[in-house]
DNA sequence: GCACAAGTGGAGGAAACCCACCACTTCCGT
DNA sequence: ACGGAAGTGGTGGGTTTCCTCCACTTGTGC
């Protein structure tokens, strides 16, 4: 258990680190978060125990392979806030969450999850997080604002469709890896502002963190 | 390996059957159709060994529990195209077939997943697959006729569908049991008539085929 | 009731996976 | 260039799950 206040790694021990965090990016992006530890061992030509004495367990190994990506996640939705139009704005940050899932299984799971705020190692992601989700609840006002978005939207809405778009992505990836996009255009138009019809309540916040929580642990 | 026209079962042993049979119903709507063998036995009051002499494999545990609602979920279909209002009836029936995926863990896997026809144990589970599905592609001819449903609706596109809510009921399931009826009413109304925008083309059957066949096997 | 086929479950093998131990190797400050 | 700290991976223990053997029990036809 080393945090990274102790002293730094030794030169080819920071170098197998590194090699075993690109495996398992390349590892949980065709198998999910729940490849085998000795698979990524083997990808990154390193005992099975090294990855174990690097990283004790597997949230650790997943919070350092997804740094980059959940700060790529948390930065898109910041970039959102900033296009011109509020409505494509709002189409293409959900477009291009859907694509980063679809392009790596790992993040789609992760993206259905949340760990126990007890691992300090998740806690950067958790943050990130939180960041994207804070920037995503002024897209969805400012396109209400704009008129585009359907005023009973609701911004808990997108973990629905994560939840979805991961389900759609594990069935068809390899076979029909755009099936997705169509599932997700459907569910853009009728989140325009020309909708009237009642829809049934969203379930309460609380509800869905803790089923973030309890989803299938990797 | 016991074919239904061998000699019929001692009576002892046909009720252990039932018993095997009952269990496994409530164990995979409760946890899906992976729980362990062992889970099952224990429900049934009855050995490990005498689950797995009376089903060889997964599948044929499978296609006995699932008899019946795989029955009831052709059936819905037949009853849909008889219902006075085309698009009632489409509606009625995604609802319903939701409705059902929600209610049982192990039939939301069972309708993303097809067996290899290679198993006869199974294959009335598919005949009544493809009845259901016959009757579909008539309840989407007649909504579009009736002017209601969009022309450019593919009817593979309840197959995505059922993968989607797939996703929504594991990941909410136990907390937000009924998150995914809000996303099942988003996507009915885009699928309504009054819809023009384009939406990219629906993957080839064939590879959506394929995709059931290739998912995570039980 | 009796004999024997039919049925049963405990015990244990096999595979997949996670994880810990520990004898050996490699780096790095002096 | 050397000694000790840091790092390594093979080996093996533990767990879970599937599945098979086999000695024992129980229906059922006579």
Redesign the interface.
């Known amino acids: 258990m080393r945090t990274p206040s102790d002293r730094p790694l030794r030169t080819d021990a920071a170098r197998n680190r590194a090699a075993i965090v690109a495996a398992a990016q390349r590892a949980f992006a065709e198998h999910g978060l729940r490849v085998p530890f000795d698979e990524i061992a083997r990808r990154a030509e390193v005992g099975e125990a090294t990855v174990h004495r690097r990283f004790p367990d597997r949230e650790s190994l997943i919070a350092a392979a997804f740094g980059d990506k959940m700060r790529a996640y948390a930065d898109a939705a910041a970039e959102a806030l900033a296009a011109p139009d509020a409505w494509q704005g709002f189409c293409g940050y959900v477009r291009r969450v859907c694509a980063m899932q679809s392009g790596d299984r790992g993040f789609a799971d992760l993206l259905?999850i949340t760990f126990a705020a007890a691992n300090p190692a998740v806690e950067d992601l958790e943050h990130q997080r939180n960041t994207g989700y804070r920037d995503w609840l002024k897209i969805v006002r400012r396109a209400k604002a704009a008129g585009r978005l359907r005023p009973d939207f609701h911004p808990d809405?997108l973990v629905?469709?994560l939840?979805?778009?991961?389900?759609?992505i594990?069935?068809?990836a390899?076979?029909?890896p755009?099936?997705?996009?169509?599932?997700v255009?459907?569910?853009l138009?009728?989140?325009a502002a020309d909708?009237t019809?009642t829809?049934?309540?969203?379930?309460?916040r609380e509800?869905?963190v803790?089923?973030?929580q309890?989803?299938?642990r990797p």
């Open positions: 259905t809405d629905v469709l939840m979805a778009n991961a389900g759609v594990a069935a068809t390899g076979e029909a755009d099936a997705w996009r169509r599932h255009e459907y569910l138009q009728a989140f909708h019809e829809l049934p309540a969203p379930p309460p509800t869905l803790r089923a973030l309890r989803t299938q």
